[in-house]
């Protein structure tokens, strides 16, 4: 992800709320995403109250950030 935003997390503050976040189930699919991304895709929908599909580009596609937000 290149997009520079005050949203974003800092690696700092990932790593104090990483561990909330579950790990991929054994045996099932792996994650081809990171939640890193993910994160910061929904911070930047609440901050900037845009829509989920006015998500920019070089963030992870909407509906995928969308069914992490719901979920």
């Not at 990932?14 to 909330?20: K, R, V």
């Not at 963030?59 to 979920?71: D, E, H, I, K, L």
């Amino acid at each position: 992800m290149s997009k520079a935003d005050r949203s974003n997390l800092t690696w700092e503050q990932w790593e104090l709320i990483s561990d909330l976040f579950p790990e991929e189930k054994p045996g099932g699919r792996p994650r081809k995403l990171a939640l890193f991304n993910v994160v910061n895709a929904i911070f930047y929908v609440l901050c900037q109250r845009c829509t989920w599909r006015g998500l920019p580009g070089d963030f992870p596609a909407w509906a995928t950030v969308y069914g992490y937000f719901w979920r």
